[in-house]
């Protein structure tokens, strides 16, 4: 499996960040259980750690995004209470 390169990646309108958060969580749950079929219970330290730092990577983007939109949105307010400002 190959990863695109982040720079090469274009936005899209079609999904949002809950709905990708979501069914990647939903995925690293599928992965986990294939594993635990093919290796047995519990499963080995290592791919289990792997997991681990994947669905940690994942909390981390989350809650980067959502800082990033309540940036987002204060930024927005502050502009629009500048022109409402102005308006007057």
């Known amino acids: 499996m190959k990863i695109k390169k982040y720079q090469d990646i274009t936005p899209s309108n ?11 969580g939903r995925t690293l749950t599928q992965i986990e259980t294939l594993l635990k079929n093919a290796y047995g219970k519990p499963l080995p330290t290592s791919p289990q750690n792997r997991l681990n730092r994947m669905k940690f990577k994942l909390e981390q983007m989350a809650a980067r995004h959502k800082q990033r939109e309540d940036e987002l949105k204060s930024a927005y307010k502050t502009i629009k209470r500048y022109k409402s400002a102005q308006d007057i």
């Open 14 to 24: 079609r999904t949002n960040f809950a709905m990708v958060y979501h069914h990647a």
